[in-house]
């Protein structure tokens, strides 16, 4: 009876320490440790700080002297020196001929605060004529290039790897013009050879909902030097720190989080950079 009355007790307490951890536990996952991440509330900093999770910002909106997103991105960098930040700026959706005066200062002061600065291209899904996106990579190179610009985004990636030889061209000719940071963006999962084949430093792998992102179970993995990157709107205020896990638990490198909707994605910057 003793025994029994022993063992019954045993097994409550892997039970209940079972239950327990089950709910509430969240880990940083390295090759060598398993690291409790903890709730750190709404604001993304801290969580930043913790895992060297970094950011890739479309900052798709217009650096007008009443607009105050510009600012409060520097400001934030300021206060969170160590986090790495990628802006992409987008005037005209990448289609311009002639200097803004705005985005001249708004690329300036970027560059000042240490945040790297790269230009918008859209390619169509490889539909859209390569020699018109050659020649808006060249409007980068010529007129925005000398405040800092350094790098280019194209938008609307394919995903066929039939289409790779497309992105490598792209990818090549704006490195010929020392525009040497390239980031593709199909949005979604994309053909690995567009990883393997090293033509992006990221690529984003994710750029939907939030209540999208908990239905995906298929994700890419980074390969050598090409990053991925995760970009969620209509992101939920209570689920940070599940969200910043499965980042890491998934090998993302960059993220954006913004409280927006669909409509409006990018058109303001994220609260959970903090209050303003």
Aim: glycine letters at 6%.
């Amino acid at each position: 009876m003793q025994y029994i009355f022993s063992f019954l007790i045993l097994s409550a307490m892997i039970f209940l320490g079972g239950c327990g951890s089950s709910s509430v536990d969240h880990y940083v996952k390295d090759e060598n440790t398993t690291t409790r991440l903890e709730d750190k509330g709404m604001y993304l900093a801290p969580y930043l700080q913790e895992t060297g999770l970094k950011l890739l910002i479309p900052l798709y909106i217009y650096p007008s002297d009443t607009s105050i997103d510009w600012r409060r991105l520097i400001d934030f960098k300021q206060t969170n020196q160590e986090i790495e930040i990628i802006v992409i700026v987008n005037p005209n959706n990448g289609v311009f001929s002639v200097a803004d005066a705005h985005y001249v200062q708004g690329i300036r002061d970027l560059i000042a605060a240490d945040i790297k600065v790269i230009g918008y291209v859209y390619t169509g899904y490889a539909k859209r004529d390569i020699y018109e996106v050659e020649a808006d990579i060249e409007a980068w190179s010529t007129i925005y290039k000398e405040e800092g610009v350094s790098g280019i985004f194209f938008d609307e990636t394919s995903t066929n790897a039939l289409d790779l030889e497309y992105y490598r061209i792209l990818s090549e000719y704006a490195r010929g013009d020392d525009l040497n940071f390239v980031v593709l963006n199909p949005g979604t999962k994309t053909d690995r050879t567009f990883i393997t084949s090293a033509i992006a430093d990221i690529i984003v792998s994710y750029e939907h909902t939030y209540d999208k992102f908990t239905r995906v179970t298929d994700w890419n993995t980074p390969e050598g030097n090409t990053s991925l990157a995760m970009m969620i709107y209509d992101m939920n205020d209570t689920a940070m720190v599940q969200t910043v896990q499965k980042a890491v638990d998934e090998h993302f490198e960059y993220i954006y989080f913004t409280e927006n909707p669909s409509a409006s994605r990018w058109d303001t910057l994220s609260k959970y950079l903090g209050e303003y």
